[in-house]
């Protein structure tokens, strides 16, 4: 008379890198958006109302660059008070 397997001695006994039986991947399709990020990008999810103002990745960027500028010169302001 034969046991049956239960099903975690069966994960138990598959490597850390093996998918499970359950997930098939047969159907699936590349990310068609994947070769428009270049390596180091970072993806950021904009809210509804903040993506009305900045339609692209191009006014966003545009936008966080003048800030940067504005938060740069303002910190060096308060150092060179802390050193006088």
Known sequence: M???KSKNATV???G??????EYDFRRARHNKYAS???KGALVVT???DVAVVF???REVNDALR???GVVKKHRARRSSR???
């Open 46 to 48: 904009l809210d509804p």
């Open 66 to 68: 003048a800030l940067a």
């Open 12 to 14: 138990r006994r598959r």
């Open 36 to 38: 428009r990020y270049s």
């Open 2 to 4: 034969k046991r049956a």
């Open 82 to 84: 802390r050193t006088a």
């Open 55 to 57: 339609p692209g990745a």
């Open 16 to 21: 850390a890198d093996e998918m499970l039986p």
